[in-house]
């Protein structure tokens, strides 16, 4: 009895135990069938949801599901029949939402508000659709994102500022459109709107002409990921040593599709390999050495290790002595820069030769080769040239207009040499009559040499070797008293003088103005 009545007892102390016990299941029960109804509720029709992914590929979609859960972080909705992606298709910010794809659609409009509540999105797929323009400011809102797919669509033109403000996107893929215009303000060094990209894709584009020039500045890491096969590009040959320079150096824009870049000569030549047109059949364009520096002695040079891979750790040179050069902060005329780079301080001739820079990351290591050349003569800076030609040119005005003085400014001397020679000329005739040995039996004639006497100045007004000089001024007869030398240009003093006839002086009845033939002789003389 007692045994009865003690398992009465423990059943009525397990009672409330059990009774609680039921009551906390139902509990849980009934929780779980909500929150899995709710999540029932929130996935929407016709799509699969797992976890934070939902799927609606292949769903015959003709728009935009309105209602998303907040928590989704991957949406796939390729494979539909959409065509528009409005701003009110995300009423609600979603956060969580990392990867959207919209691929293998019919969009041909997409507003420029439609991702704006995407804040964090970081995948965006937009490939295999109609869209022909990217409007301004289209994937501005998109700071955080790192891949946009926009191949095999019909992009004709692409507002730039598309792409503003992106500073985080790494990948772009444009093949399989109509752009004829390499979009250079993207990667361009230094001005780049996309600093962060490293892979490029413009193949299979309509693009004919390629910035070879602006090619060569980029880093190697920028050229590892620049896609142009498949382009008509134009032949030339800066474009041959630009592809050959990439295939040498392994880049993959130039070693992945090799075949596939091609360029065309001219109507009848066209999808020729780039890299063949050093053949004498094609271009002949010359071959281009791999990566050479040049170089004056006494330059401060600095020599970059151009990795392909970005991110390099590691960065060590080797001189062509063999030896390993030091790291920064250091008395050597050689260091390694914090960025890598090789700087040779006041270089010489013996700096010349073949340098090694071994780079070392995460992915593989890399081994460069630059061969420096040293010319030994210093470069001429712009400065000096222009200085150089400015004291030329300075110096021929100067002597141009010393010139124009010598022949214009000078005083003239030829009328008083006129008036000299025409008095010269009187006075040599004169003397040629008073010289002459040929006697004159004329009377008139006499009587005109009496009256020309007459005129005379007087026997102290005496000339060179003893001659009066007529119609003269006392200070004209100082000047000719002043004169040693008789002029012997003149043809009738010169024949006076050397003539084989004996001199014949004049009597005292013409003027007492006579010379004895031994004066004579003796004047001739003094004047030989």
């Not at 010269?424 to 040499?449: C, F, Y």
């Not at 002043?482 to 006839?501: A, G, H, I, L």
Request: hydrophobic content about 35%.
């Amino acid at each position: 009895m007692w045994f009865q009545d003690a398992s009465v007892s423990r059943r009525r102390r397990l009672a409330p135990s059990l009774g609680s016990s039921a009551c906390l299941l139902l509990l849980l029960l009934g929780f779980g069938i909500a929150r899995r109804g709710g999540m029932a509720l929130s996935c929407p029709k016709d799509c699969v949801c797992a976890s934070n992914i939902i799927s609606c590929s292949n769903a015959d979609l003709k728009g935009l599901p309105l209602h998303l859960p907040p928590y989704a972080a991957v949406l796939d909705l390729s494979h539909n029949n959409l065509t528009h992606v409005r701003a009110e298709w995300a009423p609600s910010r979603l956060l969580h939402l990392h990867s959207l794809l919209l691929n293998h659609n019919h969009l041909n409009f997409i507003s420029t508000e439609a991702f704006i509540n995407l804040p964090h999105l970081k995948y965006l797929d937009l490939s295999s659709n109609v869209i022909a323009s990217l409007g301004e400011n289209l994937f501005s809102k998109l700071k955080e994102l790192e891949v946009l797919l926009l191949y095999k669509n019909r992009l004709t033109r692409i507002d730039l500022t598309a792409f503003e403000e992106m500073d985080s996107l790494q990948k772009l893929y444009l093949s399989h459109n109509m752009i004829t215009r390499f979009p250079l303000e993207l990667v361009k060094k230094g001005e780049a709107l996309l600093p962060e990209l490293e892979l490029l894709d413009l193949s299979s584009n309509k693009i004919k002409t390629f910035p070879v020039d602006a090619m060569k500045d980029l880093p190697a890491w920028v050229k590892n990921g620049l896609y142009m096969h498949g382009n008509p590009l134009t032949c030339t040959c800066p474009l041959y040593n630009l592809f050959s320079h990439w295939q040498k150096r392994q880049l993959s824009s130039a070693v992945d599709f090799e075949e596939e870049l091609r360029c065309d000569i001219d109507q009848n030549r066209k999808g020729i390999r780039i890299l063949s047109l050093s053949n004498p059949e094609f271009m002949n364009c010359t071959k281009v050495k791999e990566q050479s520096f040049i170089a004056y002695q006494g330059d401060n040079v600095t020599i970059n290790c151009d990795t392909r891979q970005r991110g390099v750790t590691i960065r060590e040179w080797v001189t062509p002595r063999f030896e390993r050069v030091p790291q920064e902060n250091n008395n050597s005329s050689m260091l390694v820069l914090t960025n890598g780079s090789l700087q040779i301080s006041n270089i010489g001739m013996g700096d010349m030769g073949p340098y090694i820079c071994y780079a070392v990351s995460q992915v593989f290591n890399e081994t460069l080769y630059v061969h420096v050349t040293v010319h030994n003569f210093t470069q001429h800076g712009v400065s000096d040239t222009l200085n150089t030609a400015y004291t030329t040119l300075v110096g021929c005005i100067l002597s141009v207009i010393l010139v124009l003085i010598y022949l214009y400014l000078t005083p003239c001397r030829c009328c008083c040499r006129s008036s000299e020679k025409q008095a010269n000329q009187q006075e040599d005739s004169i003397n040629s009559s008073m010289l002459s040995t040929t006697p004159n039996h004329n009377a008139e004639v006499a009587g005109g040499k009496e009256v020309l006497n007459r005129h005379m100045t007087p026997s102290n007004a005496q000339g060179q070797n003893g001659k009066c000089k007529p119609n003269r001024s006392p200070r004209e007869a100082t000047k000719g008293a002043q004169k040693t030398e008789r002029k012997m240009s003149d043809p009738d003093s010169v024949s006076s003088v050397f003539s084989d006839t004996p001199i014949v002086g004049v009597s005292q009845s013409e003027g007492g103005r006579g010379y004895s033939k031994d004066k004579a002789g003796a004047e001739l003389v003094g004047l030989l």
